[in-house]
């Protein structure tokens, strides 16, 4: 279970049920889910994930693949990926793309991504180019993220504090 201060922001469906919401949304202990383009993750679903609960628009960048969440290293990393990552989850835009593990490193996850280049039109982060899923010669200290403008536009976005 989430505690108290830990907040989670996600889009909604309607039948969302409190055991999702443990499995899809238990972040490592100390580290909060700041925001998650749903709450019943599919392939392919982003969230970010960081220290400070006032800024939703900033954090790692997770991706869930094969069942779990996993981080994707800063290898090539760069504005035009952040750009795609701010798009699948609403955002207007990305002010920054984060490396060395800005938010903190996703130690208790698998590196999912490696060598990301996007070109930056891509509707999804899976549809840019990489090194494979789950292939990377990185490690955690190199965990992306990003900073987005403003706040993510989406019709169900819910905030939630599950004790």
């Not at 599919?42 to 006032?54: H, I, P, S, T, Y």
């Not at 869930?64 to 990552?85: K, L, M, P, Q, S």
């Not at 840019?128 to 899923?133: D, E, M, P, T």
Request: glycine share 10%; charged share 25%; with cysteine.
């Amino acid at each position: 279970m989430l505690r108290e201060q830990e907040a989670s922001f996600w889009r909604t469906t309607p039948a969302i049920t409190p055991s999702l919401i443990d499995q899809a949304f238990q972040p490592a202990r100390g580290h909060k889910t700041i925001y998650s383009s749903r709450a019943q993750p599919w392939e392919g679903a982003l969230r970010l994930v960081g220290n400070n609960e006032d800024r939703h628009n900033q954090g790692r960048v997770e991706v869930y693949i094969g069942g779990e969440w996993g981080t994707v290293c800063d290898d090539r990393w760069d504005i035009r990926a952040a750009e795609v990552v701010c798009r699948q989850l609403g955002f207007q835009r990305a002010l920054r793309a984060t490396t060395k593990a800005e938010f903190g490193e996703g130690t208790h996850l698998p590196i999912h991504l490696d060598d990301v280049q996007c070109l930056g039109t891509e509707d999804s982060l899976l549809e840019c180019q990489h090194a494979g899923i789950g292939s990377h010669n990185c490690a955690h200290y190199e965990d992306s993220g990003l900073v987005a403008n403003g706040q993510a536009d989406c019709e169900n976005c819910e905030s939630s504090e599950i004790s």
